[in-house]
């Protein structure tokens, strides 16, 4: 069976961890090269090389793992983190076909501690660093030969509903959403496709301690119908089907959500 992304180039930020590294995973078993943006800070570092690690193991060999692999650190909400990520794309294999932007942070607070230094950290993350990321991607796309490719973005669960502790964030995930519809209705005559996906409640580093209560991780597998919080590799096949051009080649400034049928049952 054909890869469904062989030879195609990406990028993903926040892509040492959780959902960003399922997904960098699930790309290279797919066949494409990978380009992951991390913090850059020591254990980011040390993270990136457990990533190759894994991809040496699914490839065979480290020398094919660090061809199809590589890395661009620093903070997405700078402006420069997401042109130097596309750069490297493009030096290391010439063109740009898919980008994630999955970078984010999530601090749960109550509303009445939210403090503007928190507030603000979360747009620059989330919100901001989605939009360098895209723009940086679109301009390159756009100038490429042929023009266009896939956007795509991690929203959330949280774009649709609000959470209590959550009044920072949820924000954020549905400026991510609507970030991705206007730059669909902008992008499409350049061949580009931008499209969302939206987590429910999946385990990883930011609500690990969540889920290790038993008590309250049974509350929110009751509200699942599937029964069960998802893992990061729930993630990686939707956003194979959005990056490939064979699967969802018509199909731009949609939101996919990937949740296990929480949403439909909050009531």
């Known amino acids: 069976m054909a890869h469904l992304l062989a030879g195609k180039s990406t990028a ?35 993270q990136f090389q457990t990533l190759l690690d894994e991809a040496a193991e699914l490839l065979g060999s480290r020398e094919e793992a660090e061809k199809r692999l590589a890395e661009v650190p620093g903070d997405v909400g700078a402006p420069e983190t997401g042109k130097k990520l596309v750069e490297e794309v493009v030096k290391r294999w010439g063109r740009l076909d898919v980008v994630v932007s999955n970078a984010g942070i999530c601090e749960f607070r109550e509303f009445l501690e939210i403090t503007p230094d928190l507030w603000s950290k979360h747009v620059s ?25 896939s956007i795509i973005g991690i929203s959330s669960i949280s ?15 549905a400026g991510v959403l609507s970030l991705i519809q206007s730059a669909a209705c902008a992008l499409g005559k350049h061949g580009i496709r931008c499209n969302a996906l939206l987590p429910g ?65 909050l009531q």
Do not use: W
């Open 159 to 173: 774009a649709l509903v609000g959470g209590a502790q959550q009044a920072h964030y949820t924000p954020t995930k």
């Open 125 to 149: 993350a989330n919100l901001t660093g989605a939009f360098n990321t895209l723009h940086a991607a679109a301009t390159q796309m756009t100038s490429q030969s042929p023009p266009g490719g």
């Open 12 to 46: 993903i930020t926040g892509g040492v961890t959780g959902i960003g590294r399922a997904i960098a995973l699930g790309y290279i078993a797919q066949g494409a090269n990978v380009a992951v943006n991390h913090f850059g800070d020591e254990r980011s570092a040390a």
């Open 201 to 265: 409640t999946i385990k990883t580093q930011l609500n690990d301690k969540d889920l290790e209560n038993e008590e309250k991780r049974k509350y929110m597998e009751g509200r699942i119908p599937l029964g069960r919080t998802g893992v990061p590799g729930d993630l990686a096949g939707p956003a194979v089907f959005l990056g490939c051009e064979a699967l969802s080649g018509y199909v731009t400034g949609a939101q996919l959500l990937v949740d296990g049928g929480l949403f439909v049952n």
